[in-house]
């Protein structure tokens, strides 16, 4: 019949287009896939890299003489152990507020020697209270951590002077600062 030729070029005309359109999707569709491959790896690595180097780690000293760091989420005995290393018991009040405003890596402006409070030590257990240590003493921030601002954890080192100025004791303790 004279219009079948052409109506089998229209239908093929037709198929083209449609299979040229399943070729695009498909080819779309691959390259879709290749850039969330992509983006998935590398998102992926950039977490990892982040994870690693947020790592907390305890620095006693910088070659070139530079701050003591202390990481604030060591325990507390721990961080105190490291406190002991630079300023042990019996050192003088000077030297300890030497080492607390110029070497010792903390938050905020460097603390002062209060010679009319001494520490005052918190105990886990509520029924404990606490207790007084010594009459003088210096307070620094060491840290903070925790992401959530209404949840962070502050870690305060504390040293405990007798009268004649001498070290007796050094405090750190943990508080929740929270609403």
């Excluded at 530079?66 to 030297?95: C, F, H, N």
């Excluded at 992401?147 to 943990?174: G, H, Q, S, T």
Aim: proline share 5%.
């Amino acid at each position: 019949m004279p219009g079948e030729p052409l109506q089998n070029a229209k239908s093929e005309t037709i198929n083209m287009r449609l299979c040229g359109t399943r070729l695009g999707i498909l080819i779309k569709r691959s390259i879709m896939k290749e850039h969330l491959e992509f983006l998935c790896k590398t998102s992926f690595t950039l977490c990892l890299l982040l994870l690693f180097s947020c790592s907390s780690q305890t620095i006693r000293e910088q070659p070139s003489g530079g701050k003591v760091r202390i990481s604030p989420r060591l325990p507390v005995d721990q961080v105190r152990a490291e406190i002991l290393k630079y300023t042990p018991t019996g050192s003088s009040a000077d030297a300890t507020l030497e080492f607390a405003r110029n070497r010792l890596k903390h938050l905020y402006d460097g603390p002062d020697y209060d010679r009319r409070n001494a520490v005052f030590r918190h105990f886990d257990e509520p029924r404990k209270g606490g207790e007084s240590v010594g009459s003088r003493s210096i307070t620094v921030l060491l840290g903070r951590y925790g992401f959530n601002p209404l949840d962070r954890i502050d870690v305060l080192v504390e040293w405990a002077f007798d009268k004649n100025d001498r070290l007796i004791d050094v405090v750190v303790e943990k508080s929740r600062d929270a609403l």
